[in-house]
């Protein structure tokens, strides 16, 4: 099992920063890639970006250039820097963790965290 903890959401004006933490814990030796997505009100939950165990990164279309993910294996944390906001980045945000198994792929989630940008 793998326990995710989001921090570093908040309330944040059009144009500005905020840096998201995901702490894990747990069997995360056995993590292939972690990553961000979200989920805004009435819609599907969406990739942000991920990062695999060999430091591959990914990154929806919408946020490129502008978001940022990072780990530290050291600390088993991974993080999201979010440059020049905007409105339409409002959404609950969700560590993610994935496992390859045998067979299947097993993902883990962490309780989220919400992001709000006013403009």
């Known amino acids: 099992q793998v326990q995710l903890v989001e921090s570093g959401g908040g309330l944040v004006q059009a144009g500005g920063s905020l840096r998201l933490s995901c702490a894990a814990s747990?069997?995360?030796?056995?993590?292939?890639?972690m990553g961000w997505y979200r989920q805004a009100p009435g819609k599907q939950r969406e990739l942000v970006a991920t990062i695999t165990s060999g430091g591959r990164k990914n990154y929806a279309d919408s946020v490129k250039g502008r978001f940022t993910i990072s780990r530290d294996n050291a600390k088993n944390m991974v993080y999201l820097q979010m440059n020049s906001l905007k409105p339409e980045d409002t959404a609950v945000y969700y560590c993610?963790?994935?496992?390859?198994?045998?067979?299947?792929?097993?993902?883990?989630w962490g309780q989220g965290t919400q992001v709000t940008v006013s403009s």
């Open positions: 993610n963790a994935k496992r390859q198994g045998p067979l299947v792929t097993y993902d883990y």
């Open positions: 747990g069997s995360i030796f056995s993590i292939n890639a």
